[in-house]
């Protein structure tokens, strides 16, 4: 018996119909939106960040004069900016290093060795307290690393008050006490950033596939060799990937220096000062286009030491 065509078709599929006949057109229609919001408030965001960089501050009347200008971008290189660029530049270098260094074991462990339980524990443990509010968190280490805090009542008990002491009159990083100190805004920072380094890195170690490791051994290389010659290049765009994270989000963080550490400005408080109290716009958006170049720059060095070969 032969089949007879529905009279009456459903329109879904007509429409199914059309966009299989026409595969640019469904593509155009799928991509459109998410690249009209990328380019318009995104990138137009940006835009127009870069080009209140390139307007003047009248000092006198405390006005923006829209006039084309390298002023704010001149400014960048006095002592009192640099100083805050370095500053912020070699706090998040050293957030992003630690961050690396205590990251990649819980990774490696969590990929290579952690099952069931223990594996679904550990990842509760990584990303739990990224469920609870930034600011709380924050905070709670202010009391933590207090003077009267934990952290010193628990030092001063085990008879190490003379070494916390000690850490304190360091030059640079040390304070009157470890909320007010780099040192106490750099564990912060490390806290804070951790499991946005353990996660791209663990899932860097889970796609390194099992056969290699094994025929690294069957060849006679010792574990040590394995892991350097094998593993750790494989899992190298994880770490970048982890401290592109790490590095950025310190590098434009305002709260954390803000509320831990002495009164030395971070590049995140500059910008809040000079777009809110000063008015000065055109420096803010100067030092707001600052972090995007160094992570330009540092981005194209990850590129030229092979990070993302392996993606």
């Known amino acids: 018996m032969a089949l007879t065509p529905n009279p009456f078709p459903n329109p879904f599929s007509r429409l199914s119909t059309f966009f299989y006949r ?11 939106p998410p690249l ?24 006198f009347s405390g006005q923006v004069v829209r006039e084309f200008s390298i002023g704010a971008y001149l400014q960048l290189f006095t002592a009192a900016n640099l100083d805050i660029i370095l500053r912020t530049t070699g706090m998040a270098t050293a957030v992003t290093l630690a961050a ?30 990224l469920w609870s509010s930034y600011l709380v968190r924050v905070y709670a280490w202010k009391l933590i690393l207090a003077k009267e805090g934990i952290v010193s009542w628990t030092l001063a008990s085990l008879g190490l008050q003379g070494a ?7 030059p640079v990083i040390g304070g009157p006490s470890l909320s007010f100190s780099f040192i106490g805004m750099f564990f912060v920072f490390l806290y804070i950033w951790l499991p946005y380094m353990i996660l791209p890195i663990q899932a860097a170690l889970e796609r390194v596939p099992n056969s290699l490791l094994e025929a690294s051994g069957d060849l006679g290389a010792r574990p040590l060799q394995t892991f350097w010659n094998v593993t750790l290049p ?14 950025s989000l310190t590098l434009g963080d305002f709260i954390i ?44 060095i990850a590129r030229k030491l092979g990070a993302f070969d392996a993606l």
């Open 22 to 32: 026409y595969p640019r057109l469904s593509l155009f229609l799928l991509l459109a």
């Open 36 to 59: 009209l919001w990328l380019g318009v408030v995104y990138l137009g965001s940006l835009f127009a960040l870069l080009a209140q960089s390139f307007f003047r501050f009248d000092d």
């Open 100 to 129: 690396a260094l205590l990251a990649f074991p819980l990774a490696f462990y969590i990929a290579r060795y952690a099952t069931g339980r223990l594996r679904a524990s550990l990842y509760l443990a990584v990303i739990l307290p």
């Open 164 to 170: 916390l002491d000690w850490v304190l009159g360091l």
């Open 234 to 247: 494989l899992a190298f765009p994880g770490v970048v990937a982890g401290s592109i994270f790490t590095f």
């Open 257 to 300: 220096p803000g509320t831990i550490g002495n009164s030395s400005f971070f590049i995140g408080m500059a910008v809040l000062q000079h777009q809110g109290t000063a008015g000065n716009f055109p420096l803010a958006a100067a030092l707001t286009v600052a972090p995007m170049v160094i992570m330009g720059v540092y981005l194209l």
